[in-house]
């Protein structure tokens, strides 16, 4: 009996001691376990911040890129809409993509976009050049002139070196084409003023050389001739000087008020024995109560006379001459009409240019710079001038000055 008591005394302690041990290695590895999740948790939220990080830096620096490229995309469409030249874009098939509000008014049309190129530019030159563009995949250009558009266009076009289409840079030369007429007319024009005058003076000093200082009449005459000829020259060289010292701003005007009406009687007056000896009736149309005008009256009196004087060259004897000016929205419109020979319609727009000549035939005394003298300085008052004339039938010159 003792022994039994003893051995489940000593199985006993033993379980005990099996359990502590138990308990003990389990307390340890479970502390283990939760030191180690521990650990995790703390290097996976780490790493979690640094990802938010990152993608908080990349976020940042795509909105900085998109408002940048935004900046730059509203700059480029300001430029493209303020341009003058004519900007097309057109994909493979020649289908325009994109148009600028100038290439609309270049090639008259309100909607060229998801319109083929043929459709748009109407002009089977251009076409063949954006089709050489496409098939040799490098720069063409082509100048053509559009008669009844009263144009001179020039298309480039260039490759996309990132697709198959092309970029149209179309510019409209139709001013440059015209004041490159007008600079060739001006040098021709003044070398045939300079060579006339130049060459009579030459052959009256031959003549006076070879002889005819020992005929006194004849010697008088030849002088007097020579004399007319350095007039006309001096007179052309101080006009160009006018003309020049007037279109570089150099122009003073001694501006007052005055009455229209007596603008018009004083160049009438001043013109009215020319008229007489031409055998024609110049005389003055204007109601008295009109508004003053504040003008250089020296100035614009040489504009009438010039009207005037060219009036009377070109109307034949028995026909008249009539000076009139009336109030139109803000101006006074004055004008010089007459009975004369006309202009032809195609000459009207070029009148006013220097040495402009509508017939040579027709030309008489004169430099050919009246006009355009007369034309800068109406547009120095603030005003216009303009000529509307029928051939066979007369032509009236219009000019208007704001009222004071």
């Not at 053509?144 to 970029?167: C, N, W």
């Not at 009256?204 to 006309?232: H, K, N, S």
């Not at 504040?294 to 009377?312: F, M, P, T, Y």
């Amino acid at each position: 009996m003792n022994y039994a008591i003893i051995l489940a005394v000593i199985l006993l302690i033993v379980a005990a001691w099996y359990a502590w041990r138990y308990y003990n290695l389990r307390h340890k590895l479970d502390e283990y376990a939760n030191h180690v999740r521990g650990q995790d948790i703390i290097s996976e939220i780490k790493e979690l911040e640094n990802l938010s990080s990152a993608v908080t830096s990349l976020i940042s620096t795509f909105d900085l890129r998109h408002s940048t490229l935004e900046v730059e995309r509203a700059r480029l469409a300001t430029v493209l809409e303020q341009m003058t030249d004519g900007v097309l874009i057109a994909d493979s098939q020649g289908i325009i993509q994109f148009a600028n509000p100038a290439a609309g008014k270049l090639f008259q049309t309100s909607g060229p976009i998801h319109r083929s190129i043929a459709e748009v530019v109407r002009n089977h030159q251009l076409v063949e050049a954006w089709r050489r563009c496409q098939q040799t995949r490098q720069m063409q250009s082509e100048s053509v002139e559009l008669p009844t558009r009263h144009q001179y266009l020039q298309l480039v076009v260039i490759p996309d070196q990132h697709s198959s289409g092309s970029l149209l840079l179309v510019q409209d030369l139709t001013r440059l084409r015209r004041l490159e007429t007008v600079r060739r007319d001006f040098i021709s024009n003044l070398s045939h003023e300079l060579r006339t005058p130049l060459a009579s003076l030459k052959a009256l000093t031959e003549t006076l050389q070879d002889g005819a200082l020992d005929d006194p009449p004849a010697a008088r005459r030849f002088i007097g001739q020579i004399q007319v000829e350095a007039d006309a020259l001096t007179q052309m060289v101080t006009e160009l000087l006018e003309l020049s010292r007037i279109e570089s701003g150099r122009l003073s005007l001694d501006l007052k008020p005055v009455a229209p009406c007596e603008l018009l009687d004083s160049a009438c007056e001043r013109m009215q024995l020319q008229a007489e000896r031409a055998g024609l009736n110049l005389h003055v149309e204007c109601a008295e109560d009109l508004p003053k005008v504040k003008i250089d009256s020296q100035r614009l009196e040489q504009v009438l006379v010039n009207l005037i004087h060219n009036a009377v060259k070109f109307t034949r004897a028995g026909g008249e001459v009539i000076l009139s000016a009336e109030s139109i929205d803000g101006f006074v419109r004055f004008a010089v009409r007459d009975t004369g020979i006309g202009i032809p319609e195609e000459d009207v727009p070029r009148i006013f240019e220097r040495f402009y000549r509508v017939d040579k035939s027709r030309a008489g005394s004169g430099t050919g710079l009246g006009l355009s003298i007369a034309k800068h300085i109406v547009e120095a008052h603030g005003g216009r001038i303009w000529a509307e004339s029928v051939e066979g039938r007369g032509s009236t010159f219009y000019f208007t000055i704001p009222i004071e």
